[in-house]
């Protein structure tokens, strides 16, 4: 059953408001449906046939090793440039690495970024897209085996640049970076560097997705088939938070209400919007079990960052050598990549990164006032500094038992009043432009 609130708004009487029922922004669909399974296997097919794309292998060989991987990458993404009309840029973003877990020396590795500027010079919001293109075996030293990493992840890069092929030729008020990273098997250390970088440079990364391990639709352990689910990992608490941050959080009862698990609530709002046959489940951790990926220094960082996985993960598939053993076939292989499936992840992908990309920024300041004890809620907020101006605002209201938004109250000041307490429900206010493009939720802090 698809969410609660694709068509219709549960609207309360206040003042200002509207009735608005929610549909499809028919330009970012169509941008959805350009989404090509066929141009995803054309792209993790080339990735692996570069043998090796380990982060200590080859860096001179045109046809062979990450250095061949990486400017290969380079070259096709800038060719998706040329239908920018300038808008888009194509760089390695080049950092040395020192000597250290994984990394046997020092050595000079290159993430590829391709920036979509954004066409608002009021806007300063930035979105991040990205997959490693890095690969792995067994002996995660082992730089010259057969290594060829089709879901892992060529998979989440293939999405990532078929993302650039389909929105470069398209223009948004913000900013979107689309990236492809090297050494995540290593240690996150590609995605570490742009992190860093993002905070060095006062980046204002609004939401960073990671797809990583997006194409299998069989688990290791049964054949049943699923092809419909992604899971979005989210932090509740945030990574970065301060011990007083945390105590202000825990005081609300707001632990499942981080940026990030905002931005998951949106992904699978959004997502199921626009893609069929879609599920989005929400996981309640940073990732999966003693595991990582490439979000994780985004959230350090303290940016809002989640990560995008198959349901069932075939472990035979993840870091094997490629192999036969009784009747098992092991081996990270493109002919076990469900192409189909990763084109539906990246379908989910770029609504979302197209409607956030065209929303206003979120309301500023967002406060629920607690000078009065009333069993009405009143909250108020301010409009986003930067960008353009929203038409309105939604109020989002849930249960705390609930995992999802319930209702939408849209007003358009910045003020509300709403017939239910504060004690027994979450609130969250998000900014919306006359095309119902909607930015991410904004919990918000009591005020007296």
Do not use: C
Not at 30 to 38: L, Y
Not at 346 to 363: F, I, K, Q
Not at 376 to 382: G, N
């Amino acid at each position: 059953m698809k969410h609660i609130f694709l068509f219709l708004l549960l609207i309360l009487t206040l003042p200002a408001t509207a009735q608005t029922i929610i549909k499809q922004d028919a330009v970012i669909k169509q941008m959805v449906d350009e989404v090509s399974a066929k141009n995803i296997e054309a792209t993790i097919r080339k990735l692996v046939s570069f043998k090796s794309r380990h982060t200590l292998s080859d860096t001179t060989s045109k046809t062979m090793g990450s250095g061949a991987a990486r400017n290969w990458i380079k070259a096709e993404m800038e060719k998706y440039a040329t239908e920018s009309n300038g808008r888009m840029t194509v760089q390695f973003d080049t950092f040395t690495q020192p000597k250290g877990t994984r990394i046997d020396k020092p050595i000079k590795l290159k993430n590829v970024l391709a920036t979509l500027k954004g066409t608002d010079p009021n806007d300063t919001r930035v979105y991040l897209v990205s997959g490693h293109y890095d690969s792995r075996i067994n002996d995660v030293m082992d730089a010259n085996g057969v290594e060829p990493g089709a879901n892992d992840d060529a998979s989440g890069t293939a999405l990532s640049m078929e993302l650039a092929r389909v929105m470069a030729k398209r223009s948004f008020p913000a900013t979107i970076i689309f990236m492809t990273v090297v050494g995540e098997e290593q240690g996150l250390y590609g995605s570490a560097n742009v992190a860093k970088r993002a905070k060095a440079e006062n980046w204002n990364v609004d939401a960073m997705l990671n797809n990583d391990i997006v194409g299998n639709t069989y688990g290791m352990e049964t054949d049943l088939k699923d092809n419909r689910s992604v899971r979005v990992f989210s932090d509740g608490v945030p990574t970065a938070a301060t011990d007083k941050q945390v105590a202000a959080l825990k005081s609300l009862g707001g632990e499942n209400d981080s940026p990030s698990r905002q931005l998951a609530r949106y992904t699978k709002e959004i997502g199921e919007r626009y893609v069929d046959q879609l599920d989005v489940k929400l996981i309640y951790r940073r990732d999966r079990y003693l595991r990582g990926g490439d979000h994780l220094p985004f959230l350090e960082q303290g940016f809002t960052a989640v990560r995008f996985t198959e349901m069932n993960e075939n472990f035979n598939r993840q870091h094997q050598n490629i192999r036969t053993e009784n009747g098992v076939e092991y081996g990270d292989l493109p002919d076990f990549v469900d192409f189909n499936y990763v084109q539906k992840v990246a379908r989910m992908n770029l609504a979302v990164l197209a409607n956030l990309a065209s929303a206003p920024a979120g309301p500023q300041n967002v406060s629920v006032i607690t000078s009065d004890l009333t069993n009405k809620t009143k909250l108020k907020w301010e409009a986003p500094a930067t960008g353009k101006k929203p038409a309105g605002y939604y109020v989002l209201m849930r249960e705390t038992i609930s995992p999802y938004w319930e209702k939408k109250f849209y007003v358009t000041d910045t003020i509300a009043t709403l017939n239910y307490s504060k004690d027994n429900y979450f609130f969250a206010v998000q900014s919306v432009d006359a095309e119902g493009h909607e930015s991410l939720p904004v919990f918000p802090k009591p005020v007296r």
